[in-house]
């Protein structure tokens, strides 16, 4: 029945092309968008998922940086508006396309897949304004989702890859007193979660969990991005939309050494860099954040740049530095696997500019 409702809600079952700014650009985008030419191939066509999402909007971007044939998708027509407040003109004249595909409906992301070197998956829900949140049936939605993302990507791909994003919610919320390091071999506790609400670590970690299932079931090369708190674009500027339904639970989080943040460019960033090291080994998961907040006034200033007043300090009734014990640190999250994967990818490149340099 829940699937049935899910399938209502689709009135396309095949991506619409929606229109360029300029005459050239559309026929460029007409020639490409339900097949892939061999100069896309070779210019490494790929699909961002949900480009009306602030994520999406910045992973674009580096990606159009980068060089990249760039296929974005939406779920509804009305979000095209809103994608180009968050991309500029020029930014979405280089577009390959524009196409409009169902998360619930296969058989669209399939359409809209078609003959990509990857995708990069962000979310499957957007709430720009902040208004309905995220309930329990959305992290359902989320996980639904993943599995029709990861098995499109497989039936339609040119080459089977995918960087999902996740989050380090996926991976801090456990019943257990765990000390230690946090890193990307932990899983957050879905059950802990259900029964305190805690609806979009949920849906990140059954989503996430059922994208690996379904990528070794289809033989797709997955690797996942786990983001802290985005930033827009430093401390403590978060971004308002996706923080509120990312705090539900904050309080805890910072009192337990967990609650770290990254700048949204780095965060899109470190996907384009994750996907270009697949071809030099880069796989599983990879928990991306630059910061912890662990003091008081970092967390005032926070909540105060969020207007949510004492929902994470607890109105000043923390230590001036959270989670310690005798002096030590009962909770540590490591990034390093990220970290030693930035560094490797920014060698590669500084060894390509030399050789072009030297030639």
Not at 219 to 225: A, E, R, S
Request: proline share 2%; glycine share 6%; with cysteine.
């Amino acid at each position: 029945m829940i699937m049935e409702n899910c399938r209502e809600e689709v009135v396309l079952s095949k991506p619409l092309l929606l229109p360029s700014f300029k005459e050239e650009q559309q026929r460029k985008c007409v020639g490409n968008a339900f097949g892939s030419s061999l100069n896309a191939r070779e210019r490494k066509l790929v699909c961002v998922t949900s480009g009306n999402s602030y994520l999406s909007s910045h992973i674009v971007r580096e990606l159009l940086a980068g060089g990249y044939l760039v296929r974005v998708t939406i779920q509804k027509e009305v979000d095209f508006g809103v994608m180009n407040e968050l991309l500029r003109d020029e930014e979405m004249n280089q577009l390959e396309s524009v196409v409009v595909a169902k998360m619930g409906d296969l058989d669209s992301l399939c359409d809209a897949f078609r003959g990509c070197h990857a995708v990069f998956h962000t979310s499957s829900f957007i709430d720009i304004h902040g208004v309905s949140g995220y309930s329990e049936w959305m992290a359902f939605l989320e996980t639904e989702a993943a599995r029709n993302v990861i098995e499109a990507c497989c039936r339609a791909a040119y080459v089977k890859r995918c960087v999902f994003t996740s989050s380090l919610l996926a991976s801090i919320w456990t019943d257990d007193d765990r000390t230690g390091i946090i890193d990307e071999s932990c899983w957050s506790d879905e059950e802990f979660c259900r029964d305190r609400k805690l609806w979009l670590a949920m849906g990140k970690t059954a989503a996430e969990k059922v994208a690996w299932s379904k990528s070794q079931e289809m033989k797709v090369k997955l690797v996942t991005v786990c983001p802290g708190l985005l930033m827009a674009p430093s401390f403590p500027n978060a971004h308002t939309e996706t923080s509120v339904p990312y705090l539900k639970g904050g309080r805890m989080m910072l009192q337990r050494g967990v609650l770290a943040t990254n700048d949204i460019s780095k965060v899109a960033k470190a996907h384009v860099h994750v996907y270009e090291e697949m071809d030099y080994g880069a796989c599983g998961r990879y928990f991306c954040f630059e910061r912890v907040v662990r003091r008081l006034d970092e967390a005032i200033q926070l909540e105060n740049n969020l207007k949510m007043h004492g929902q994470l300090s607890g109105g000043g009734n923390l230590p001036s530095s959270t989670q310690e014990t005798d002096g030590e640190i009962q909770i540590s999250l490591s990034n390093s696997k990220l970290a030693k994967l930035m560094l490797r990818a920014s060698q590669r490149s500084s060894c390509k500019q030399s050789s072009l340099i030297a030639a």
